[in-house]
């Protein structure tokens, strides 16, 4: 009842106030008070009708608001009029009085958008072109490019996707050939083509906003969201965005995409760029300094991230930034402990207040037990963390798991997974990481056995083909097969560099010492890593080439020098680089 009341008060005041100014004496006579249109009849339909609206007869009260909407053309009665029937459901009602307000109103942009809004949301998409060629026509041109950006927005609920693709584009056609809503005309029919499927036709209009406008964001960004491996001739635009001055924000975009498609050095350029053209952008050094870690850069990586958290605390609170914080000092804590600084690394865990990182640490602390010695006591902790959920359970048993793994107990790790793998349903990641540690204790037909019921189980699980090929090259067994393999792994990641390795490892082995060194460049290139770098180095071996062996095996030993690849190449040939 609150809203009738409230509806009825402001009409009243609206009838009222043009008598509300008090004319001075000498004019006082001459000047008559306009009649209000708020006569009796007409407060009591108004009444009556929104004590419908709100009772048990919400349509009768929609209708005798709409009547009073045309009696008195008033857009406040006929938006109130849509209101009623969005409150009782009523698509086809709502539309009835938003066209009613718009007839009434021609020139009115928000009986306009009602009537779009709700075409749209009934999947009349057909209907919407005019309303939407209205939209564009009623605005300030220099709001009209505003208006473009938002409609794939709009349109993002429609079933048919296509449909509504091509109903927009027509209804865009007059601002597709203007210079100065070119651009966003362009990339609103791109995200459209997107929505549907059609990234050819989304990547071509990208072109073409692109043309329009070289420095334009939204082209680019458009690019972006179309860039996978799969699909790569989106980048091109990207870098040609990247040319000029764009935004660390897009930069930072990029740089994701780039870690997503496991591009590690052309990632970490990026973030290189932004750490030196906006050194106050935290989240770039926070990446960087991840990424580093990753790649066993420890001194550089520490620099990178307590220059995150430097910025991090001096800029405020929040979800996120509490988060980012929580990763820095979980990171900041496995650099101390790779050095034995286990007090350091404590003390960089008890900076963790967000709650949902406190998983996180609990298991760096349980790996920094571990490599004290205490391992019994570094799984009881594990094991002491809540199981709130089902993925709890998970987590937990994959930190045992890892903890395990880490101090080279592969053995109670594969039994501590066989107890979970047996249970219904299969799960393949878990059943993945059995056949790994399985290949740990070299017992090869179990894991041979394990990756195939993960493909059976996961088609498309490209690691357990490239696990178990590249066992076969490693082994010289079944080469052929072992290709194949790889090659099918390839088919679903083919940017990652290590299934590149693989490839070019079982080259090798099929005596191809060519093609093997030039496939194990482009995977070294794209991802420095010392099991690459022990292969490579191998392969210049057997080639003769053994300055440039020793070069990248030295290289290989600065990003890792733990690594057991590498170590035991080194040791089988009798290399002291």
């Given at each position: ?210 043309a329009v406008s070289p420095t334009g964001e939204g082209p680019a960004l458009l690019a972006l969201e179309l860039m996978d491996p799969g699909f ?346």
């Amino acid at each position: 009842m609150a809203a009738g009341v409230l509806l009825l008060l402001s009409l009243t005041l609206a009838a009222t106030a043009q008598t509300a100014v008090i004319p001075s004496s000498s004019t006082q006579e001459a000047q008559t008070p306009p009649a209000s249109a708020l006569d009796g009849e007409l407060f009591y339909q108004l009444l009556l009708g929104e004590l419908d609206a709100e009772g048990v007869e919400p349509a009768a009260g929609y209708s005798l608001i709409l009547d009073a909407a045309r009696k008195t053309n008033d857009p406040a009665l006929y938006q109130r009029a849509v209101d009623i029937a969005f409150q009782a459901r009523s698509g086809d009602a709502a539309l009835q009085a938003a066209r009613a307000w718009k007839q009434a109103f021609p020139q009115s942009r928000e009986a306009n958008r009602y009537v779009l809004q709700i075409l749209v949301a009934l999947n009349r998409v057909v209907e919407s072109a005019a309303p939407l060629k209205a939209e564009l026509a009623l605005a300030d041109p220099k709001d009209r490019n505003a208006i473009l950006a938002v409609i794939p927005r709009s349109y993002s609920r429609v079933s048919d996707k296509k449909l509504a693709a091509s109903v927009v584009e027509q209804a865009l056609a007059e601002y597709l050939v203007e210079p100065a809503s070119g651009a966003a005309a362009w990339t609103a029919v791109g995200r459209m083509r997107l929505a549907a499927g059609d990234k050819a036709d989304a990547l071509e209009a990208a072109r073409r906003a692109q043309a329009v406008s070289p420095t334009g964001e939204g082209p680019a960004l458009l690019a972006l969201e179309l860039m996978d491996p799969g699909f790569p001739q989106a980048e091109p635009l990207v870098q040609r965005y990247l040319e000029g001055k764009p935004l660390p924000e897009f930069r930072m975009a990029y740089a994701r995409a780039l870690l997503d498609a496991q591009r590690y050095s052309d990632a970490a350029r990026q973030l290189q760029v932004v750490t030196v053209e906006k050194p106050e952008y935290p989240e770039a050094w926070l990446v960087q300094g991840t990424l580093q870690l990753q790649d066993n850069q420890d001194a550089a990586a520490e620099a990178s991230l307590k220059r995150y958290v430097e910025l991090a605390q001096a800029q405020g609170s929040g979800d996120e930034r509490s988060r980012g914080l929580a990763q820095a000092y979980l990171s900041l804590s496995r650099i101390a402990e790779k050095r034995k600084d286990y007090a350091l690394a404590g003390a960089w865990l008890d900076k963790i207040e967000n709650s949902q990182d406190l998983v996180a640490a609990q298991n760096r602390r349980a790996s920094i037990l571990a490599r004290q010695g205490k391992l019994d006591e570094a799984r009881k902790l594990l094991r002491s963390l809540p199981e709130r959920s089902p993925e709890d359970r998970r987590l937990k048993l994959m930190a045992e798991v890892q903890l395990l793994r880490d101090v080279k107990q592969y053995q109670a790790a594969y039994d501590l997974l066989g107890t979970v793998v047996a249970q219904p349903p299969a799960d393949p990641d878990l059943v993945y990481e059995q056949a790994m540690l399985a290949e740990k204790m070299d017992k090869l037909a179990d894991m041979e056995r394990l990756l195939r019921q993960v493909i059976a189980l996961k088609p498309d699980y490209h690691q357990a083909y490239n696990a178990l090929g590249y066992s076969l090259a490693d082994r010289s067994i079944r080469l052929p097969e072992a290709k194949e393999l790889i090659q099918k792994a390839l088919t679903y990641a083919p940017t990652d560099p290590f299934i590149t390795d693989s490839l070019g490892w079982v080259e090798f082995r099929l005596g191809n010492k060519a093609e093997a060194a030039r496939i194990l460049e482009t995977a070294y290139k794209s991802r420095p890593d010392a099991d690459i770098a022990a292969h490579l180095g191998e392969v210049y071996w057997s080639l003769g080439q053994h300055d440039r062996a020793q070069s990248v095996w030295k290289e290989g030993l600065l990003l890792n020098a733990e690594n057991e690849g590498l170590l035991e190449t080194l040791k089988r040939l009798r290399v002291k680089p």
